[in-house]
């Protein structure tokens, strides 16, 4: 595989890269090529030239929600992580337009900074914008999907699209986002002031910090819970809390958080996976339905135009519009930032 050259002109490119340190779990092999983009406009540049070369991508973020197999893959990964504008969206006060790879930790800090509420619920998920928006990233506080109003994604013909988006199209881990390449997305949020925003991220975050393994190396929660119980006291309840396979362990904090203790291979988390699958199975007859992506090994199909993928297809999304790409507006207030 070689990449155009207008690529390895004008981007960031690394060869023969490591995905496992790109990763919140931490295992997993290479990728042949990870792309880097700054801005909007040369990740647009990256899936243009990606598609007419008919070569298969992956879009990275953050890194968590993700399991990459210890062969790696061989596709080509675009990686997100220094697109972190946050900036205010025109002229509304309350409303942020935020760019693919800024992290939901510093979303959360710039909205307690501004005093806009809405974004609390995100607090302690290790996530990015981007990897946010398609899934519904959330908890039992609430979801991103709740405060999205606009999302621009790649069409299937390279082109920018903004649309327009209410929570009801939003469901738990459901988006009408899920496959597709996201830019940016504006949220629509409310004024309040910045000490009683801060009382809600605190005692939200402080319950996750009791409850769950935040500071360990993991992908956020292996399972997606079930319409009967959460996926955490099913696995607690056939007796899983504390295996081990190799350096991957089933934490003690929170039995839905596979951990990687220190030098954890890929094949052992996904061992300790079907073992708990199977333990509950056995116990409780709940078939556990993993909410981590898998990458290599075949389990998921690579882009190999700006929006084939998993639930996503090259049509236009209803009331989508043209993205309009003006300079953002220049803001004196802290912790916001021009991309």
């Excluded at 092999?29 to 243009?48: K, Q, T, W, Y």
């Excluded at 389990?299 to 297809?313: C, D, E, F, L």
Aim: proline share 7%.
């Amino acid at each position: 595989m070689d990449l155009p050259a207008v690529l390895r002109e004008r981007l960031l490119v690394h060869e023969a890269a490591a995905l496992g340190p790109r990763t919140t779990l931490g295992v997993g092999g290479p990728a042949p090529f990870v792309i880097e983009p700054r801005d909007r406009h040369e990740l647009m540049l990256a899936v243009r030239e990606l598609a007419a070369a008919g070569l298969p991508f992956r879009l990275l973020g953050h890194g968590s929600n993700l399991l990459v197999r210890d062969e790696g893959v061989p596709d080509v990964v675009l990686h997100t992580r220094l697109m972190t504008g946050i900036w205010h969206e025109g002229l509304r006060e309350q409303a942020l337009r935020v760019e693919a790879g800024a992290s939901l930790a510093r979303l959360v800090s710039v909205c307690h900074q501004q005093g806009l509420a809405g974004a609390e619920p995100l607090v302690g998920i290790p996530g990015t914008l981007g990897g946010a928006v398609a899934g519904n990233a959330g908890s039992r506080h609430g979801c991103i999907g709740d405060v999205l109003c606009e999302v621009t994604v790649l069409d299937g013909s390279g082109e920018a699209l903004a649309v327009p988006c209410a929570p009801s199209d939003f469901g738990y881990r459901r988006s009408p986002f899920a496959g597709r390449v996201v830019l940016d997305a504006v949220l629509q949020l409310r004024a309040d002031r910045p000490d009683a925003i801060w009382q809600r991220t605190s005692a939200i975050l402080q319950a996750k910090r009791d409850s769950q393994p935040l500071t360990a190396r993991s992908a956020g929660c292996m399972f997606r819970n079930t319409p009967d119980a959460p996926s955490g006291r099913l696995i607690e309840e056939a007796g899983c809390k504390g295996r081990a396979v190799g350096a991957a362990h089933v934490s003690e904090r929170h039995a839905n958080f596979i951990v990687n203790s220190g030098g954890a291979r890929a094949a052992d988390v996904l061992d300790l996976v079907e073992q708990v699958r199977a333990a509950v199975r056995a116990k409780s007859g709940q078939d556990l339905m993993l909410e981590v992506e898998v990458w290599g090994g075949g389990r998921q199909a690579a882009r190999s135009a700006p929006v084939t993928g998993p639930q996503a297809s090259g049509d236009r999304l209803p009331g989508a519009e043209p993205a309009s790409f003006a300079s953002p507006q220049p803001t004196s207030k802290s912790g916001m930032e021009r991309p």
